[in-house]
């Protein structure tokens, strides 16, 4: 009876262990392709807390999952050929977001999810906001390597939030696409709207009728990647 056991735990032991050599030699190779795929772009993310997505500071490649928001996504529509940076930071207006751009940035491409924010205090006076800062952080990086920039359009906000304000998204999303001359603008408003509403689609709003659930950072992550991987184009 003992004998049994030692020669069951043996093997389970044994199973374990090849599985994990076989875990490990997969890792490996996905590491060696990394390293000596001389395609690999960066991406540096900008934005609030639908950026951040609790991995703020954190760099994702294919030595490192640490993406939980949309950038897993953008990751992985770019066919695992990115090196994608999160300087997302919770809270922080358009402003706030484009004083952390600096000339010591090095990419290949800047990405901007930006606004929400600026919700709070928008009046028609100052709807010039989030092309402010853009102008601005671009002032701060004029070489991006690859010459492009990315602008989303401001998520539409989901029903019955305090602050809900369609009129307020509806006005800035118009002011980023007329001011689209220095930079390509990534339609999420459009992709996360209730057709033929203003609110969020509820499917993409969490339970805080804030932030992104997956199914939002999904699409979300896919647009930025398909409008990094298609030629440029700044109108509208």
Known sequence: MNRSIVIIAFFTCLG???ATLIVL?????????????????????????LTAAHS??????????EGFGYQQYMYRGLGQ???????????????????????????????FLMGTNDLPGWTPANNN?????????????????????????IPPECAGFPRANPGAVEALNEVIWRNANAYEVVDV????????????????CLDDLLHFTDAANQLVGYLFADAIAKPPMRTK
Not at 83 to 103: E, K, L, M, Y
Not at 189 to 204: D, F, I, Q
């Open 129 to 153: 906001t989030v092309v402010n800062a853009i102008a601005y952080a671009l002032a701060q990086q004029p070489l991006v390597r690859r010459g492009r920039v990315f602008v989303a359009t």
């Open 189 to 204: 408003s459009s992709a996360l709207v209730t057709p033929g509403g203003k609110n969020r689609t509820p499917a993409y």
């Open 56 to 65: 703020s500071g954190k760099v994702l490649d294919c030595t490192s999952w």
């Open 25 to 49: 030699q997969i890792v490996a190779l996905e590491h060696q392709v990394c390293l000596g795929n001389t395609m690999v772009v960066n991406v540096a993310t900008f934005g609030d807390s």
């Open 16 to 18: 374990a262990c090849v």
């Open 81 to 111: 050929r990115a090196r994608i940076h999160n300087f997302g930071v919770n809270s922080q207006t358009s402003a706030q977001i484009a004083a952390r751009v600096t000339s010591a940035l090095q990419t290949d491409y800047l990405t």
